[in-house]
């Protein structure tokens, strides 16, 4: 079965072509970062038109590089939550008109399910249950999955997802939009026990918080730059990143020992993040724990992901009304 899968939850336009839910044929995506970066964030109304003016030439370029007709299409699969609700209707209204014009299948997808079913095109079918890590722009929850397509919520965010603190962090100290991957690339020349940040939330169960991470951070640097200190850009995101990343992985392995399981999957654009992934494999794997994380590409918004959680849910007979329409708050559980 060939799923057309699409994506367009917030500032990436993606499209791709997987063959029976593991071999993926073409998995493009159109990046806005250019558009959002002089504003510091994604901008939902541009964000929704650049959707617009990709979607449908990017559909005929995933098409090419499967090597395939649109006719050959056999299931289509779009992202129909949660995400920017103008961003999430143009793919779902495109996605709509491909598969009532071939007459073919119709499944809306979670996009945090897509997160976790990326593992599927790299390591293969995943054998419940485990717990999941997902943290993204937007998103920062664990997740126990006892059977398929089933999720129980652990723990989340109380404010700010991991993705969004990097990234406010980083503005802060003059790097770039988006601002995770710069301050990935800093931290790794970078000392993290240079400054001793509180390690957020340790305390709160499964649940995480980063807005007093990212005072702290703040505070720390006008302080010492009220002294007369300059700040080493290296050390400040080492000790940052460090901060995040130790309660993140200390809480993931808790949930996996307290729910039994023997297995830790890790999904979001955030799993990119160098220390988080070093991190949690050689923390887990100590404890006896198989992990798998996506390769760095499969990790951000991608379409193939999709295509991928899709054709799971069509094999089993689901089919999604065409009367859906866009979620933008869309819960896992």
Known sequence: MRVLGIET??????????????????????SQEHLHEKFGGVVPEVASRAHLENINPLITEALVEA???????????????PGLVGALLVGIACAKAVAMALGVPFV?????????YANVLEHGPIEEPF?????????????????PHVYELLGQTLDDA????FDKVARFIGLGFPGGPELDRLARTGDPHAV??????????????????????????KAERARGHEVSPDDLAASFQ?????????KTIAAAKDKGVGMIVLGGGVVANTRLRELMASRAGAEGFEVLIPPPELCTDNAAMIACAGYYRLVEGERTPLEVSASPGLQLA
């Open 9 to 30: 939850s917030c500032d990436e336009t993606a499209v791709a072509v997987v063959e029976d839910g593991r071999h993926v044929r073409s998995n493009l995506i159109a």
């Open 67 to 81: 090597g395939m007709w649109v006719a050959e299409v056999d299931a289509v699969a779009v992202t129909v939550g």
């Open 108 to 116: 809306g997808v979670n996009h945090l399910e897509g997160h976790i």
């Open 131 to 147: 717990v999941s890590f997902i943290v993204s722009g937007g998103h920062t929850m664990l997740v126990h999955v006892p059977e």
């Open 162 to 165: 991991a993705g969004e603190a």
């Open 196 to 221: 001793r940040f509180p390690r957020a939330a340790a305390d709160r169960g499964y649940d995480f918080s980063l807005s007093g991470l990212k005072t702290a951070v703040v505070r720390h640097v």
């Open 242 to 250: 460090e901060a995040v990343v130790e309660v993140q992985v200390d």
